[in-house]
């Protein structure tokens, strides 16, 4: 990222409506939403943004990605509807689940997608079935190498797969339009983009010997939130500048290769929105009990968890802030959501939370960076624990 940006998590309006808050809810801050946008298409120049709506499906959110000129990936028929009632033009929804029934197809097809990913030859005759005519995305397989969430077992084909899918494509009326990749949610490496798109150049080297010429190549999500913390609590600080550079190189190095004449789309998820989403949430008890190896261990439980905005604790320990006791004394503690369910803590076997000493229930507490996957993650409540409202910061209240 270029030196003068002021690009990032926690921005002033955010923790201002934070401050404000006195109920619990997440909070998006659609200026800092748009401002990533911005930053993205900056640092990707030409590049088509379609923003992976499971991220954050929200209305405002969509409605105001489809202004600045937006499309989304869409999962399913359900999606795409309301990705169009948002205000997203159907030219610019991408399908991008492989996994589809013969009845997602057609539901798809007739609310206007011509735009598929798939991964199979199953899929690929299912799709020219229910959707003839339409235009395909092949979806490698990447190793996941480097990602706190590797995605790699479910989706995407080898090499030799791909080259089969796009020909029968090609012989069942399909358009074989282009390759998809993706190389792991919350990538932290370059490297791991440097091997898709060597990949990539040999399946698109491999296609037009058969005579078989693509039009884009869809590069995905994985790039990364910039205010995480991992599951040992070390904080994640992903190299910015030198992913986009390799994803600049790697684009320019595919459009040199000859017969294809190529467009590139990113699908970020969680770098559009992890960072400009924040819950206030509150504690709901600081405990201290003895365990069976006789230490004493602090438990911090807070109003939400896993069930209910926090589903990510797998992989992160989200960050939080205690506005009510800045700079107060701390203790070590386990963090852990409402619900009776022992899956609902942070991970901690490797690195405990510090927070105040002095908690007591009721106190806000804020978690910061965890716009992504939240709503979208949330059960209908859990043990009786609600969905957590959503507001958002608008331009004119920033
Ligand atoms: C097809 C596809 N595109 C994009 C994304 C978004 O990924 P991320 O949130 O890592 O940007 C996902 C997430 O699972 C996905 O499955």
Same mark, same amino acid.
Not at 173 to 201: E, Y
Not at 287 to 295: C, I, L, M, V, W
Not at 363 to 381: F, L, R
């Given at each position: 990222? %270029? ?22 809810? &997440?909070?998006?801050?659609?200026? @800092? ?42 999962? +399913? ?78 989706? @995407? ?27 792991? %949610? ?25 005579? &078989? ?13 910039? @205010? ?50 924040? &819950? ?6 600081? +405990? ?48 852990? @959501? ?8 942070? +991970? ?21 960076? %965890? ?21 958002? &910061? ?5």
């Amino acid at each position: 990222m %270029s030196a003068t940006t002021t690009y990032g998590p926690d921005s002033a309006s955010l923790l201002d409506a934070l401050a404000a808050a006195a109920e619990d809810q &997440i909070v998006f801050d659609l200026p @800092g939403i748009e401002d990533g946008y911005d930053t993205l298409v900056r640092e990707l120049p030409g590049v088509a943004v379609r923003f992976a709506m499971k991220a954050c499906p929200v209305d405002e959110v969509l409605a105001l990605l489809a202004r600045r000129g937006s499309g989304v990936d869409a999962a +399913s028929p359900i999606e795409v509807e309301q990705a169009l009632r948002a205000g997203v033009p159907i030219s610019r929804v991408h399908y991008g689940n492989t996994v589809k029934s013969d009845r997602n197809i057609a539901d798809a097809f007739r609310l206007g997608i011509t735009d598929f990913a798939t991964d199979s030859l199953e899929d690929v005759r299912a799709v020219a079935e229910h959707a003839p005519g339409s235009r395909v995305f092949c979806r490698l397989a990447t190793t996941g190498e480097g990602a706190l969430w590797g995605l790699s077992n479910k989706y @995407g084909c080898s090499p030799d797969d791909a080259l089969a899918i796009m020909e029968t494509a090609r012989d069942l009326g399909l358009t074989p339009a282009g390759l998809s990749v993706h190389v792991g %949610s919350q990538q932290m490496t370059s490297d791991a983009w440097n091997g898709a798109f060597d990949r990539i150049a040999d399946v698109l080297t491999a296609l037009a010997a058969r005579g &078989i010429f693509l039009d884009h190549v869809n590069l995905g999500g994985g790039l990364p939130a910039l @205010g995480y913390r991992d599951k040992h609590g070390r904080t994640l600080d992903p190299p910015m500048e030198k992913i986009f550079t390799v994803i600049r190189e790697g684009m320019a190095r595919l459009s040199a290769l000859p017969g294809h004449d190529l467009g590139f789309v990113v699908e970020p998820g969680r770098y559009l929105i992890a960072d400009h989403g924040a &819950i206030r949430a509150h504690v709901s008890r600081l +405990s201290a009990r003895r365990r069976p190896d006789g230490k004493r261990q602090y438990w911090l439980y807070l109003s939400c968890g896993k069930f209910n905005g926090l589903y990510e604790m797998d992989q992160l320990q989200y960050r939080l802030v205690f506005p009510s006791h800045r700079g107060a004394e701390s203790v070590p503690a386990v963090v852990a @959501g409402p619900t009776c369910d022992s899956d609902d803590a942070f +991970s901690h076997e490797d690195g405990l939370v510090p927070v105040p000493k002095e908690l007591a229930s009721g106190d806000p507490v804020w978690v910061m960076s %965890s716009g992504a996957y939240a709503t979208s993650y949330m059960t209908q409540g859990f043990n009786g624990f609600s969905p957590l409202p959503y507001t958002w &910061i608008d331009g004119e209240a920033a």
